[in-house]
């Protein structure tokens, strides 16, 4: 790039991790315009660079981690960046971003995005500094939990300001397929095994120490009132709940309208929530701020236990999903206990998501007497026996014993153990398991987590205020027209605000967003120009995955996942009738061919993607005879 | 006439900017044969600008559960209420 863009350094750093090389490449101001940064970028490259064939786990894969046009701004919650690779779970592409400081710092040290290729002959950590990345000797890091690593990045670099490193824990460091790159104490980039590619390149983290490059921005002054604006939008957005009581918010809510999960899907009734929700947890322990760039949202906070079993236990508040997980789906009502397996999770690198659902199914497993005493290593796995979860969680990250199976992840588990333990199991039969929601009471989640390019929630359709668009708001969310049709609207906005990157929680307000935007790249995109960016990754990633052999049968419930609740507030919701007509209607909406969910030419060429059509035709003649490793026995719900 | 206790919860409220009427949980007098839909309007009809907004959102961002289950928006104009039925009115949260 000859001329340096408003909102961008203009520099990939690319680190050959088989070789040592490092070195700096321009940043294509055509990939700028078209994917602006962040997933977008990431796609763009993981894309162009790992052809079908090349595996997770091998060393052709490519890690990509991305700041973006917002990054290091003024505006919050822009220290987020894009981690794009191809995952284990699904072994399909995957996008997932971490909050904190990261994403800032690496464009203060003068790069958008790094890109990560080949595999370490020993183990190493990058370490970028303000114009200098160097490749250095992790062995002294191995077996330390994320926690522990940032603290020995810190004191090996002799580091005395502002250190920002993602990296993994020991289920990284062994491919536990639901590994996770965490960093800044509990950001973390959860999905798709991330961490075990990293494990896989035998990088253990990627630290960078805040320069002192500024990034240019086309109209300061106006940035910081948008931002301003933008920020307090955030804070008074849905009546101030996440300033007042993090993601953690929704805990009580979600019991009262059938969404928690409860001990694995057996039930979705949990009287004890009140005792347990956000709103208690900070009523009773202690907590102080714990921010990130650029935010005063601060919807997340450290904390100590002050009563219960686990007084005194500090570790970083449980954010919702985590409430979830060691709260309602494994049959447990300490909070406390809640904190601490939060915790361990987090230092292990674990996602807690999966980890939350194996335990769960373990536990349901052990109950029926599926799973015995003695195939658990000993291990009494009762509901609620948090002190047995910990020492599974633990023997998974190191792949110990019944571990071993265990960080297969719920559906290669199940499938191992067979006879019934497959139909007890919540997953996409993809291959990743879902959020630490009821979505059976949630239909537009669960089909949003069923198609999703990105691995995780994708169109948002609920999350993201369709109102706010323009759009007409969700009236009945067990309405089967409603739900695909509102999801397949709102495709594009949370994808083009991973291609910023920021926060998801910050953007409540579109016009201050691209307000902000505007102000920082002069370029003035408007909200439909937003769907479009956001719509190309979202094609452009389904279509790295068809050629990675998407089987689009698979972009479905499992049996228990999408089970009719039988009791609670969404008794008798059944969505199993309904969801193949869904995922048609919803691939239609999408200008993708309601059979087989391929992107249409007309489609690809709209979005500026005609490179694609090409590729996409060939992979559907290479897709008819390919072995994926995903296949599942059973068929799907609603299939 | 049946008497329906009525919870508009908290979370109602802060999503509604409206200021919870005493502790959220009141017992509502319906007439025999009362809809559940027919209650709201005629709540809205007597109580003013409160049970108005509620009106307005009911089939928009607020869920009603009938007796701890969830009532479709087509269900409403006939679910009739009885002696001893809780109604509860909660966000369609979202996030977490």
């Known amino acids: ?639 | 006439m049946p008497l329906v206790k009525v919870k508009l919860t908290r979370w109602v409220c802060q999503n509604l900017n409206l200021t919870p009427t005493g502790s959220g949980e009141m017992c509502v007098s319906v007439p025999d044969g009362e809809s559940l839909l027919g209650m709201v309007e005629r709540l809205a009809a007597e109580g003013g600008g409160f049970w108005t907004t509620v009106l307005g959102e009911i089939g928009a961002s607020i869920l009603v559960v009938l007796n701890g289950s969830l009532v479709d928006p087509h269900e409403r104009p006939q679910a009739l209420l009885k002696d001893g039925d809780e109604v509860l009115f909660l966000p369609m949260f979202d996030g977490g």
């Not at chain 1, 990054?71 to 904190?100: D, Y």
């Not at chain 1, 960093?183 to 959860?190: A, E, K, L, P």
């Not at chain 1, 694995?264 to 949990?270: I, K, L, P, Q």
């Not at chain 1, 047995?388 to 588990?413: P, Y």
């Open chain 1, 1 to 639: 790039m000859s001329t340096r863009l408003f909102g961008y350094m203009g520099r990939i750093l690319r680190v050959d991790l088989g070789t040592g090389d490092i070195r700096e490449e321009s940043l294509e101001a055509e990939v700028a315009e078209k994917y602006l940064g962040g997933t977008g970028l990431g796609v763009e490259y993981l894309y162009r660079e790992v052809p079908p064939g090349v595996e997770w786990d091998d060393p052709e894969n490519r890690i990509i981690m991305a700041s973006g046009p917002m990054g290091g701004t003024p505006v919050a919650g822009s220290g987020t960046f894009s981690l794009v690779t191809k995952g284990p779970m699904t072994n399909l592409g995957v996008s997932t971003q971490a909050n904190g400081f990261w994403g800032a710092f690496l464009k203060f040290a003068g790069s958008d995005a790094v890109v990560i290729q080949g595999r370490s002959p020993c183990w190493v950590y990058l370490h970028i500094g303000d114009g200098k990345a160097e490749l250095r000797d992790a062995t002294p890091l191995l077996g330390k939990d994320t926690w522990e690593m940032e603290e020995a990045i810190r004191q090996d670099l002799g580091a005395t300001g502002r250190l920002s490193a993602f990296g993994i824990g020991p289920a990284g460091e062994n491919r536990v397929r639901y590994a996770v790159v965490a960093g800044d104490q509990g950001h973390i980039c959860s999905k798709n095994g991330c961490g075990a590619v990293m494990g896989a390149k035998r990088l253990k983290a990627v630290a960078v120490t805040r320069g002192q490059q500024a990034v240019a921005v086309h109209d300061r002054a106006r940035l910081a009132e948008k931002a301003r604006g933008l920020l307090q939008e955030a804070i008074r957005a849905k009546g101030g709940r996440l300033y007042k009581w993090g993601t953690g918010g929704v805990f009580s809510p979600y019991a009262l309208s059938g969404i928690l999960p409860v001990r694995n899907y057996t039930t979705s009734v949990f009287p004890e929530h009140a005792s347990m929700d956000a709103e208690y947890m900070r009523g009773r322990f202690e907590h102080r701020n714990k921010p990130c760039w650029a935010c005063g949202l601060v919807h997340t906070k450290y904390m100590k236990v002050t009563e219960g079993p686990y007084t005194g236990y500090r570790g970083e508040e449980p954010e919702y999903e985590c409430m979830a997980a060691w709260g309602p789906v494994i049959g447990n009502t300490d909070p406390g206990a809640v904190l601490m397996l939060t915790d361990v999770t987090d230092r292990l690198g674990l996602d807690v998501n999966e980890a939350g659902w194996i335990i769960a199914w373990v536990m349901e497993c052990y109950e029926k007497g599926i799973l015995t005493r003695k195939d658990l290593d000993g291990l009494d796995m009762h509901w609620g026996n948090v002190e047995a979860a910990r020492t599974l969680l633990e023997k998974i990250s190191r792949r110990e014993g019944i571990g071993d199976l265990l960080a297969e992840g719920v559906k290669r588990a199940a499938e191992r153990v067979g006879g019934e333990a497959p139909a007890l199991g919540v997953y996409v039969l993809k291959g990743a398991t879902p959020r630490g929601h009821d979505h059976r009471a949630s239909w537009t989640e669960l089909l949003d987590t069923c198609v999703s390019a990105t691995g995780t929630l994708q169109s948002a359709a609920r999350v993201a205020s369709p109102d706010v668009f323009g759009h007409p708001p969700l009236t009945n969310p067990f309405s089967p027209w409603e739900v695909a049709a509102g999801n397949a609207k709102m495709e594009g906005w949370f994808v083009f605000i991973d291609c910023l990157p920021l926060c998801r929680f910050i953007p409540t307000n579109p016009s201050l967003t691209l307000d902000c935007l505007d102000a920082v790249t002069g370029r003035g995109l408007t909200v439909a120009d937003a769907f479009t960016v956001g719509r190309r990754v979202i094609n452009q990633l389904r279509v790295f995955n068809f050629r990675h052999g998407l089987d689009p049968a698979l972009e479905a419930p499992s049996p228990r996942y999408g089970s009719t609740p039988t009791d609670g507030p969404a008794k008798g919701k059944a969505i199993a009738p309904y969801f193949s007509w869904m995922k048609s209607f919803y691939f239609e909406l999408m200008g993708w061919d309601p059979a087989t969910g391929k992107p249409l030419p007309h489609t690809l060429e709209s979005l500026g993607l005609e490179k694609l059509i090409p590729d996409l035709a060939m992979s559907c003649e290479a897709s008819r005879g390919a072995t994926l490793g995903q296949r599942v026995s059973g068929a799907a719900v609603g299939g």
